[in-house]
């Protein structure tokens, strides 16, 4: 009997032993008095997850360019910490994350969403705290309508379903189907934009058919869709489906291009689809290795010298989130979350690498919008258009 | 007419998946009375070791025209299916023995084992005794045998708490608490799968050739899925084949009616569930694999989910227990779906599949081909 004591006894020390591991130290946060050591700045990406590509572009964007902005002395001799909280691509997980960021890391700004449902997710709750948010490519456009604390660095679907609409005019196409993601306010704005826009340019929408994100199979949709003979399948939905349903569109023989947004650019994509992507294309936003502008190509060398591979369009908007938040930090009258956002507010003609960024009255930026044709395994320059150019 | 046959063939590919399992969820249920709804889990564990082994474990060589690698992949496509059925009936066998068994027959002392696994487990991981799954198949194999070893030492020492635990406790067999286990270990599975396999969704690459055959006035079937046909078919004339002509089916067949009365004829009934387990695990295995692989979808630790709701739908459909009648249930949800899913309801594709369950079960309480007095496997 003694002997069996001893061993849960010696279970218990070695379980206390485990759970020691999940404690962490917290750091110092406020100085000596009357001031901060260090500006917080909390970040919450999909880090892992569905679309987990996406968070970790701009998340090492955003680090970048807060590393820059400390080695070049930080913003009013204070450096910038960032936070950073992984949101497994779930919007409840999103919301405890940003909580937390919030209430315990008392951070002055947040940064993050990629994925429109998941900054739905967490900007009512930094405009019920007013700190605000910006969201470095979250394109729906009910996400800056939560508050005015909420700002948004890149285009809207509207503007991006406006370009594919045009764009699909200019290419000739007289007939495009639509199959959407039912179950995510991206792709349903996005789709709806774009029936209204290309039915107004003299198009015709032959059908339109849902799937949902998860799904495995969507051979019947498509065979519906192929039974309409569309010039073209517009699919506004996310590289971690896209892949799928190219590859399956291809073996039901509906061999006509497919039309994307920017939910398609992820190294991720070709390697789902293999080559069955030939040939299509989808609106991004304004960063190319293309475009020879010397910001951009040296944002392309420092993250490469950084994280070992080259970056995508994502990163760059993670970047260009970053640098304007370090821009704002230096005009507010002071660091404060409302002093901040006022400065925010006044945004104009910003020289991000994406674009110019002026914050309008929705606290929205107009940026231009590039299409990317894809060529075997290769993603090329294909189109420009600028907001002037689709005149919403 | 030509899209109503391509759906039909849609239904039908996609109805032999889910046939295939349902057989897992009917013959477990068939033995047992028991929902095992980790069954689902071991369909996603398949798909998965099809994409460890396909992209890391074996030497599978890019596609290009030269035969000798097409003739090579294909080999080595199938030496995947047989390895992921081998595991995957490995791991119902496992499940059963350490979930379900000792609440049948009360904690044993080989149960002391299964504790000294699972407190090694996060030991093994702290010293880093895993290699990653993506390093190769070795070193996969070296990990799973010193952590079995360490587990069997720990396991030993384990007995006498066990054995202390096991003559206090009084076994209260019931069908609810199995259900709760069954539940428990797929959540297990589920969540173990983010830590084990991780959280990104993986992709197998295209690993065997495919082509598009026209049949019929523009009827289009591609390679993939006919394969995916012909081996579920050929799998399941196996599975008739030993459930009907040998000595372990006809266990089963009698463990089915009466466990009581065939333990007392003399049947091992313990082994014979193992067995059950592992045509079940295998069936899902091969399922997983040939998903995974052939149709290119992404794969995530919940990709087991939603197939295996269906799944278990299908078996009710067609009468719990019942082997032909989980097939018949499997090919109606397939080509219900393939049908509301290419109509204009395609939003309610997945709602169709439960409308169905719940109709039939208002017309046959004891599904299509399910006999109210006595289910037989």
């Not at chain 1, 006894?9 to 485990?18: F, H, N, S, T």
């Not at chain 1, 999103?94 to 967490?122: C, F, N, P, Q, Y």
Request: hydrophobic fraction near 45%; charge should be positive; proline fraction near 4%.
């Amino acid at each position: 009997m003694k002997g069996v004591h001893r061993l849960v006894a010696g279970m218990l020390a070695v379980g206390l032993i485990l759970s020691g591991y999940g404690c962490r130290t917290h750091g110092v946060k406020i100085g000596g008095p009357g001031g901060l050591q260090y500006i917080p700045v909390g970040d919450f990406s999909s880090l892992t997850g569905d679309t987990a590509t996406f968070g970790t572009s701009t998340h090492n964007g955003l680090a970048l360019a807060i590393e820059q902005a400390n080695a070049a002395g930080g913003v009013k001799n204070l450096p910038i910490k960032l936070y950073t909280e992984d949101d497994q691509s779930m919007p409840d997980v999103a919301r405890t994350v940003v909580t937390k960021l919030i209430t315990e890391d008392h951070v002055i700004a947040v940064v993050g969403e990629v994925a429109s449902t998941r900054s739905l997710a967490a900007a009512p709750i930094c405009q019920q705290y007013k700190i605000p948010m910006i969201t470095p490519a979250s394109t729906n456009p009910a996400v800056t309508k939560k508050g005015d604390y909420i700002f948004r660095t890149c285009f809207t679907d509207d503007f991006q379903a406006a370009v594919m609409a045009h764009f699909a005019h200019d290419q000739g196409y007289k007939r495009v189907a639509v199959f959407k993601d039912i179950r995510n306010d991206y792709s349903i704005g996005i789709a709806k934009i774009f029936e209204r826009e290309f039915t107004k340019l003299g198009g015709t929408i032959t059908g339109e058919q849902t799937y949902q994100e998860g799904d495995t199979d969507f051979k019947a949709q498509l065979n519906t869709l192929k039974g309409q003979n569309p010039d073209a399948v517009l699919i506004p939905g996310y590289y971690s489906e896209v892949g799928t349903i190219a590859r399956q569109a291809r073996e039901i023989g509906l061999n006509v291009p497919l039309l994307g947004c920017d939910g398609w650019d992820s190294p991720k994509l070709i390697q789902a689809a293999g080559n069955a992507l030939n040939g299509c294309y989808f609106s991004d936003h304004y960063f190319s290795k293309d475009i020879k502008d010397p910001a951009m190509q040296k944002f392309f060398a420092d993250y490469k010298a950084k994280y070992g591979y080259t970056p995508d369009a994502l990163a760059a908007l993670g970047f260009d989130a970053g640098n304007l938040l370090v821009d704002a930090l230096k005009r507010a009258k002071s660091l404060t979350p409302s002093a901040l956002r006022d400065a925010l507010a006044t945004t104009k003609d910003f020289p991000g690498i994406t674009g110019k960024i002026t914050i309008d009255a929705n606290r929205n930026a107009r940026k231009a919008a590039i299409i990317m044709k894809i060529v075997g395994e290769k993603k090329v320059l294909y189109k420009v258009y600028t907001p002037e150019e689709i005149d919403q | 007419m030509r899209i109503f046959i391509q759906q039909l063939i849609f239904g039908i590919q996609l109805g032999s998946l889910y046939a295939l399992i349902a057989l897992g969820y009917t013959m477990v249920y068939g033995v047992l009375r028991l929902i095992n709804f980790a069954h689902g889990d071991v369909y996603m564990v398949g798909a998965y070791i099809g994409f460890y082994a396909c992209t890391y474990w074996l030497p599978f060589q890019r596609l290009s025209a030269d035969p000798h690698a097409t003739i090579m992949n294909i080999i080595l496509a199938v030496v995947v299916l047989l390895l992921s059925m081998l595991l995957c009936g490995a791991l119902g066998v496992v499940i059963e023995r350490f979930a379900y068994r000792p609440l049948r027959n009360g904690l044993g002392i080989t149960d002391a084992h299964f504790w000294g696994f699972a407190i090694s487990l996060p030991v093994a991981f702290h010293f880093h005794l895993f290699h990653k799954l993506s390093d190769g198949f070795g070193e996969f194999l070296f990990g799973i045998v010193g952590y079995l070893m360490i587990g069997g030492i720990v396991g030993y020492a384990l007995r006498p708490v066990i054995r202390w635990i096991s003559l206090r406790t009084v076994l209260s067999p019931s069908r609810l608490n199995a259900l709760i286990t069954a539940i428990g270990v797929s959540l297990l599975l589920e969540n173990g799968g983010w830590l084990v396999f991780g959280p990104n969704p993986e992709f197998i690459g295209t690993m065997v050739p495919e082509r598009n055959f026209k049949i019929l006035g523009g009827v289009i079937i591609n390679s993939s899925q006919l394969a995916i046909l012909m081996i579920s078919l050929v799998l399941m004339l196996i599975l008739r084949h030993i459930v009907l002509h040998t000595r372990t089916g006809k266990a089963m067949r009698a463990i089915s009616h009466d466990i009581d009365a065939a333990k007392m004829m003399g049947i091992n009934t313990d082994q014979v569930i193992s067995v059950t387990f592992a045509i079940g695990g295998a069936l899902a295995g091969a399922g997983g694999m040939m998903v995974g692989v052939l149709t290119h979808v992404q794969i995530t630790p919940l990709f087991g989910l939603l197939p295996g709701i269906k799944a278990f739908v299908a078996a009710v459909i067609g009468g719990p227990g019942n082997i032909p009648g989980a097939v018949l249930g499997g090919i109606i949800m397939g080509v219900a779906e393939a049908f509301v899913g290419g109509s204009s309801l395609s939003t309610y594709r997945d709602a169709i599949a439960f409308a169905i369950l719940i109709i039939i079960l208002l017309v046959r309480p004891a599904g299509l081909l399910g006999r109210n007095a006595a289910e037989k496997v």
